[in-house]
């Protein structure tokens, strides 16, 4: 190129340059200040949030066995701060986000991996603070073992503690349960009594959102009646968003909802070794597009996967008629039952209210119960055998003979003759995976009980026969 050209090049380039700089507005200018001075800067190195705990002190920066970034908690957190992706975060002890008094957001980015060392080892999102997990369909959140590197056994489980949320919703209690402002207030679990409180009087609490989170090989057992789920919801209120999270291989309870009112869609729930969708104390929640895999993993190979119930749904065992009564409308679930072991797949006990709508629940080994329903309370509250408020409606099974199960001399009714007065239908399933067939899709499926949150379904099920499968890729393990 001659100098001539270079020289017009340059005349034309400057020329430009003045008449965008002169035309535009004032933030035109910031904006193009702000690229100017984000092209010319190199990006951060990784580096561990500069956070301290309640105690003073910092997170621990460190190196994993591939030379990577560690970032260590410990403690209580009552300032808000990010887990960024491009390091491994690990928790080494029961590490609290607020203290109850203090309003924190823990933010935590997609393709972000939470690591626990041991069962003591948990995340916990205390009342008032606000955990903002959201991860995407490629780059999931994953909270797992430490010791999760590919080569765990198929059945391993209890390796750390799991994730908690406390909010500050509405449960139910005995008066003599309540506190000195009339509030129903509990101890968290894993935790000494009094140390970690949930419950409260607002129904509308916001505690953050998670989705696209993907929980594996947690729980912790510290006695028979104090035991840590894979994601624990305590009276977390229904402004918190809840969308596509996997529990995978926990040693109790997939997931539980100790009261309150939050709703969620798309849950995935597998290998879990008591129950795998657990209720009590007054959850009034929605939920809509879950599976419980009992058979995975296939206990072929994981032996040890020997799992209680796929939904056990309670009011209070302690109190069956407290108020608020649990009463969650369910709809879009599949419930497939362990060829092995397992309890009943849908126990509906303890004085519980509840709406299971378009679901289908089978069990391929006949070891049932596949209904099971349970004191007398739960069937006074319910009425009937034709019951508007404990009601199962297109609902289908594929049950074997060991279909029904648990009412006692005195009942109003059996559970066989609920199943019946609800319109239950038996039929062998066609599934292909999740996806339904021609059985499934032949279902008359009900809209008329579901209100604004839920998608309009057009087949019974988590997966319609014309769907995808909504498990693929982000909950890949």
């Not at 104390?281 to 599976?291: L, M, S, T, Y």
């Not at 239950?424 to 579901?450: D, F, P, R, W």
Request: glycine share 10%; hydrophobic share 35%.
């Amino acid at each position: 190129m001659t100098k001539n050209k270079i020289f017009n090049l340059f005349l034309l380039t400057s020329v430009i340059g003045l008449v965008i700089s002169c035309g535009g507005s004032d933030n035109d200018s910031s904006s193009s200040s702000a690229s100017s001075s984000s092209s010319s800067s190199t990006p951060a190195a990784a580096s561990c949030p500069t956070v301290t705990n309640a105690a003073g002190a910092s997170v621990v920066s460190g190196k994993d066995a591939a030379g990577d970034l560690t970032c260590t908690y410990t403690g209580t957190y009552n300032d808000s701060f990010q887990m960024k992706a491009s390091a491994t975060h690990i928790l080494s002890g029961p590490v609290k986000i607020g203290d109850d008094t203090t309003s924190p957001t823990l933010t935590i980015d997609a393709g972000t991996t939470i690591r626990g060392e041991s069962g003591k080892d948990s995340l916990n999102i205390l009342r008032g603070a606000k955990i903002l997990a959201k991860g995407t369909v490629s780059n999931p959140i994953i909270m797992t073992s430490a010791s999760d590197d590919g080569t765990l056994a198929a059945d391993a489980q209890g390796q750390w503690g799991g994730l908690q949320i406390m909010g500050k919703a509405t449960q139910n209690c005995t008066d003599a349960e309540k506190n000195a402002s009339g509030i129903c207030e509990r101890s968290a679990e894993g935790f000494d009594a009094g140390a970690v409180l949930y419950g409260g009087n607002d129904d509308n609490d916001d505690s953050g959102e998670l989705s696209y989170v993907v929980v594996k090989y947690a729980g912790y057992a510290f006695t028979s009646e104090n035991e840590l789920n894979g994601i624990a919801f305590y009276t977390v209120g229904d402004q918190t968003d809840v969308s596509y999270i996997r529990v995978h291989n926990n040693s109790d309870d997939g997931i539980e909802f100790f009261g309150g009112t939050v709703n969620f869609k798309y849950a995935y729930l597998t290998g879990n070794q008591d129950d795998s969708f657990d209720y009590t104390n007054g959850w009034r929640g929605k939920a809509q597009w879950v599976i419980i895999d009992q058979d995975n993993p296939d206990p072929a190979t994981a032996t040890g996967n020997a799992p209680d119930n796929g939904m056990e749904f309670d009011s209070n065992s302690k109190a069956p008629n407290a108020t608020p009564r649990s009463n969650p409308t369910i709809s879009n679930f599949l419930v497939i039952g362990n060829t092995v072991k397992h309890g009943e797949l849908v126990h509906l006990r303890a004085g519980t209210s509840a709406t299971l709508v378009n679901g289908i629940i089978v069990d391929k080994s006949n070891l049932g119960p596949c209904i099971e329903i349970d004191d007398a309370e739960t069937f006074t509250a319910a009425g009937s055998a034709s019951s508007t408020t404990l009601r199962a409606v297109s609902v289908m099974i594929d049950c074997g003979t060991n279909k029904f199960s648990g009412e006692s001399s005195g009942d109003a009714f059996s559970t066989a003759a609920w199943a019946t007065a609800q319109g239950i239908t038996e039929g062998t399933n066609s599934l292909t995976g999740y996806k339904n067939g021609a059985t499934e899709a032949s279902v008359t499926v009900n809209t008329a009980l579901l209100g604004s949150f839920f998608d309009t379904p057009t087949e019974i099920g988590a997966v319609p026969s014309t769907g995808s499968d909504w498990t693929a890729v982000w909950s890949d393990i």
